[in-house]
């Protein structure tokens, strides 16, 4: 049997309960669930050992595929220790990877010279993913994946690629304050997001199920929908609904261009005690919920699309947004056969939407015709081999892997299905994207720098009498020292320096060497032998094509000597300019004290260095005494105009105006 076979364990049970039939070859036919999940695939292996027998031989998973697991008997022993070994042969199969060639090396030249292109990037060492369903009713599948898959995943992304896989649990992170303040949604939202942005390979997961979750309110209403809603219900009398309406909306007039409604947080609607009456408001914003939904489409338009679950928005964000490849986003559905007839009046509001009416249970048919069409949209979506379909009959409470052994089983090939899948699709990601992206550590140093330079610009102001400064000393070649920007905490010595490399790039040929460095932004600029070995590698790069890289455990005092040699590489033709921040406050491993006096006194012709330092400090203090004071450039302070330009600009970013009063 090949490796990758053996790493894959059954955890189904070979025959049905009568030993009769394949469960298998029923998952081929007329299985339960829905019509348009995909059978399995005929060329899975059994053996048929008689009545009950395990699949003990390697299981062949195919994506798309559905499965059975009803056999209702009592756990057997070994499952968990059998799930260990599959995880393991698995993590065994999926070692032993070379990376593919960068196809255009033209990428580290442009970083050397400070000017990549919009579309260069470095790899993300950051497998994130957003694991996303209702709370209640996925529980057991949850805990089993933090128990036995996670690790797994996280030891073969560390060993095997050098990433960090970081599994997002909304469980884990929703406080009682966000809640409070209606930031629930938001927050889910953004981490969906974040997921789809940074992730390398797999982003999204879904485990949406029998149950649609809770439908939060919309965040914001604009002005005119508001107005539009209110004459509604003024209109159809519906005077309890409109006082419902008024309660939890409020304007909110600081939004730029245009006035909105938002959603109050609970503090402010139910008093300083909202935590003990925290059920009440949910419940009346259900019903304003069903108000809303109630109205016609003349009335709210596209704010329909909004009314929807949380889960639903967490998919619309993971899975549907148009830049999110569909290949990063899997569906692990799970069916409950006869959920209602089976399961006890507690555990019926756990797996599914329920509405309580005079002590009475019903199933929330809104809900449910919501959850349907939103996993069809899901199927229409994504491919068949993103897409895993379980069956699982269910215990009275549900769930009960401590009860039922076909719980466990299944429980056990969830956790092997979501780690081979997300395994094999973090392996697809990084064969396509090394290919790319830079994943060089010089060149994935040198990038981090240059975009956290570009993004410090962003709402921010240039100092005006530091950019003129700059631009005589970059112009004049008589000015063969260092430039030194300095000023207090909190003066903008890290946006000057930002600026200065902006300025830097658009004062000089494109022909330029600009290198930019934030002191402690990386784990590469936390020390100074770091932070000039980053340098000594850059420059030299840059004049030489040399990427092998120095001498990383070489003393202070040599990386020094080799920076003043790559100086003098400077030429007419290939100017060089170095801009550094906050390196007065790294520190030597040795003497564990800062200083800048590696820094020449002199620079050598076409060679120009900026670099920012704060007042106050040895290091700073002791370059003032060695040095003339042509170096040194204080930060003024912003003049009004400039400090209402930079509130104005953040206002922008933020999308919020200054009232009259400020």
Same mark, same amino acid.
């Given at each position: 049997?090949?490796?990758?076979?053996?790493?894959?364990?059954?955890?189904?049970?070979?025959?049905?309960?009568?030993?009769?039939?394949?469960?298998?070859?029923?998952?081929?036919?007329?299985?339960?669930?829905?019509?348009?999940?995909?059978?399995?695939?005929?060329?899975?292996?059994?053996?048929?050992?008689?009545?009950?027998?395990?699949?003990?031989?390697?299981?062949?998973?195919? *994506?798309?595929?559905?499965?059975?697991?009803?056999?209702?008997?009592?756990?057997?022993?070994?499952?968990?220790?059998?799930?260990?070994?599959?995880?393991?042969?698995?993590?065994?199969?999926?070692?032993?990877?070379?990376?593919?060639?960068?196809?255009?090396?033209?990428?580290?030249?442009?970083?050397?010279?400070?000017?990549?292109?919009?579309?260069?990037?470095?790899?993300?060492?950051?497998?994130?993913?957003?694991?996303?369903?209702?709370?209640?009713?996925?529980?057991?599948?949850?805990?089993?994946?933090?128990?036995?898959?996670?690790?797994?995943?996280?030891?073969?992304?560390?060993?095997?690629?050098?990433?960090?896989?970081?599994?997002?649990?909304?469980?884990?992170?929703?406080?009682?304050?966000?809640?409070?303040?209606?930031?629930?949604?938001?927050?889910?939202?953004?981490?969906?997001?974040?997921?789809?942005?940074?992730?390398?390979?797999?982003?999204?997961?879904?485990?949406?199920?029998?149950?649609?979750?809770?439908?939060?309110?919309?965040?914001?209403?604009?002005?005119?929908?508001?107005?539009?809603?209110?004459?509604?219900?003024?209109?159809?009398?519906?005077?309890?609904?409109?006082?419902?309406?008024?309660?939890?909306?409020?304007?909110?007039?600081?939004?730029?261009?245009?006035?909105?409604?938002?959603?109050?947080?609970?503090?402010?609607?139910?008093?300083?005690?909202?935590?003990?009456?925290?059920?009440?408001?949910?419940?009346?914003?259900?019903?304003?919920?069903?108000?809303?939904?109630?109205?016609?489409?003349?009335?709210?338009?596209?704010?329909?699309?909004?009314?929807?679950?949380?889960?639903?928005?967490?998919?619309?964000?993971?899975?549907?947004?148009?830049?999110?490849?569909?290949?990063?986003? *899997?569906?692990?559905?799970?069916?409950?056969?006869?959920?209602?007839?089976?399961?006890?009046?507690?555990?019926?509001?756990?797996?599914?939407?329920?509405?309580?009416?005079?002590?009475?249970?019903?199933?929330?048919?809104?809900?449910?015709?919501?959850?349907?069409?939103?996993?069809?949209?899901?199927?229409?979506?994504?491919?068949?081999?993103?897409?895993?379909?379980?069956?699982?009959?269910?215990?009275?409470?549900?769930?009960?892997?401590s009860a039922r052994g076909d719980h466990q089983e299944y429980l056990a090939a969830l956790c092997l299905d979501v780690t081979?899948?997300?395994?094999?699709?973090?392996?697809?990601?990084?064969?396509?994207?090394?290919?790319?992206?830079?994943?060089?550590?010089?060149?994935?140093?040198?990038?981090?720098?240059?975009?956290?330079?570009?993004?410090?610009?962003?709402?921010?102001l240039a100092p005006a009498a530091c950019m003129a400064r700059l631009k005589d000393y970059l112009a004049d070649p008589a000015?063969?020292?260092?430039?030194?920007?300095?000023?207090?905490?909190?003066?903008?010595?890290?946006?000057?320096?930002?600026?200065?490399?902006?300025?830097?790039?658009?004062?000089?040929?494109?022909?330029?060497?600009?290198?930019?460095?934030?002191?402690?932004?990386?784990?590469?600029?936390?020390?100074?032998?770091?932070?000039?070995?980053?340098?000594?590698?850059?420059?030299?790069?840059?004049?030489?094509?040399?990427?092998?890289?120095?001498?990383?455990?070489?003393?202070?005092?040599?990386?020094?000597?080799?920076?003043?040699?790559?100086?003098?590489?400077?030429?007419?033709?290939?100017?060089?300019?170095?801009?550094?921040?906050?390196?007065?406050?790294?520190?030597?491993?040795?003497?564990?004290?800062?200083?800048?006096?590696?820094?020449?006194?002199?620079?050598?012709?076409?060679?120009?260095?900026?670099?920012?330092?704060?007042?106050?400090?040895?290091?700073?203090?002791?370059?003032?005494?060695?040095?003339?004071?042509?170096?040194?450039?204080?930060?003024?302070?912003?003049?009004?105009?400039?400090?209402?330009?930079?509130?104005?600009?953040?206002?922008?970013?933020?999308?919020?105006?200054?009232?009259?009063?400020?």
């Amino acid at each position: 049997t090949s490796k990758q076979a053996k790493a894959k364990v059954s955890f189904l049970p070979a025959m049905d309960g009568d030993g009769s039939k394949p469960l298998l070859a029923r998952a081929t036919g007329s299985a339960p669930g829905d019509p348009d999940l995909p059978r399995a695939s005929p060329r899975v292996p059994t053996t048929q050992a008689g009545s009950g027998a395990k699949l003990d031989i390697a299981r062949i998973s195919f *994506f798309g595929t559905e499965r059975v697991f009803d056999h209702g008997r009592a756990p057997e022993d070994g499952v968990v220790e059998k799930l260990g070994e599959a995880l393991r042969a698995l993590e065994d199969s999926m070692r032993g990877w070379t990376a593919p060639e960068l196809k255009d090396r033209s990428i580290h030249t442009r970083i050397a010279h400070g000017r990549p292109s919009v579309n260069d990037r470095a790899l993300e060492r950051i497998v994130r993913v957003f694991f996303s369903s209702t709370f209640t009713d996925t529980k057991h599948e949850r805990d089993w994946l933090i128990a036995h898959a996670f690790p797994v995943l996280q030891r073969w992304c560390r060993d095997e690629h050098k990433l960090e896989f970081l599994p997002v649990d909304m469980r884990w992170g929703l406080s009682d304050s966000s809640a409070g303040m209606q930031a629930t949604v938001a927050a889910c939202v953004h981490e969906a997001r974040k997921c789809r942005l940074e992730s390398v390979g797999p982003a999204f997961v879904s485990f949406q199920n029998d149950k649609y979750g809770w439908r939060p309110l919309p965040s914001r209403l604009k002005n005119e929908l508001y107005s539009k809603i209110v004459e509604a219900l003024q209109t159809a009398g519906r005077d309890s609904d409109l006082k419902l309406l008024q309660r939890w909306y409020a304007e909110d007039t600081n939004t730029g261009d245009t006035a909105q409604y938002v959603l109050r947080p609970f503090p402010d609607v139910l008093g300083a005690d909202w935590r003990s009456v925290v059920v009440t408001g949910y419940q009346e914003q259900k019903v304003l919920w069903l108000v809303l939904d109630s109205l016609p489409d003349t009335v709210i338009g596209s704010l329909r699309d909004m009314l929807v679950s949380v889960t639903e928005l967490e998919i619309i964000e993971g899975a549907f947004r148009e830049s999110q490849p569909i290949n990063r986003c *899997f569906w692990f559905h799970r069916t409950l056969p006869d959920l209602t007839a089976t399961l006890d009046k507690a555990s019926l509001a756990r797996y599914t939407d329920v509405v309580v009416e005079n002590d009475v249970s019903r199933v929330d048919e809104v809900a449910i015709a919501r959850r349907e069409a939103m996993k069809a949209r899901i199927h229409r979506h994504l491919p068949p081999q993103q897409k895993y379909s379980y069956t699982v009959r269910p215990a009275a409470q549900g769930i009960d892997a401590s009860a039922r052994g076909d719980h466990q089983e299944y429980l056990a090939a969830l956790c092997l299905d979501v780690t081979e899948a997300i395994m094999k699709n973090v392996r697809e990601a990084l064969n396509d994207r090394c290919q790319t992206t830079v994943t060089h550590p010089f060149f994935v140093e040198a990038l981090g720098h240059i975009r956290h330079s570009e993004a410090s610009c962003v709402g921010a102001l240039a100092p005006a009498a530091c950019m003129a400064r700059l631009k005589d000393y970059l112009a004049d070649p008589a000015q063969t020292y260092p430039l030194v920007f300095h000023g207090d905490t909190g003066a903008g010595k890290s946006v000057t320096a930002a600026f200065a490399f902006q300025h830097a790039l658009a004062q000089t040929a494109p022909s330029a060497v600009i290198v930019v460095r934030f002191g402690a932004l990386t784990a590469r600029s936390t020390t100074l032998q770091q932070f000039l070995n980053s340098l000594v590698n850059h420059i030299a790069f840059a004049y030489s094509g040399r990427e092998e890289g120095c001498n990383e455990n070489q003393s202070v005092a040599n990386v020094v000597g080799e920076i003043d040699l790559w100086l003098h590489k400077a030429s007419a033709e290939k100017p060089l300019v170095i801009v550094l921040d906050g390196v007065d406050s790294l520190y030597v491993d040795s003497k564990n004290q800062p200083f800048l006096t590696w820094i020449p006194a002199r620079l050598p012709p076409h060679c120009k260095i900026v670099l920012t330092a704060t007042n106050g400090t040895p290091s700073l203090d002791q370059l003032q005494t060695e040095r003339a004071a042509e170096t040194f450039f204080p930060i003024p302070a912003p003049t009004e105009e400039e400090f209402t330009r930079i509130v104005e600009r953040g206002c922008r970013v933020i999308k919020h105006a200054i009232s009259e009063e400020t």
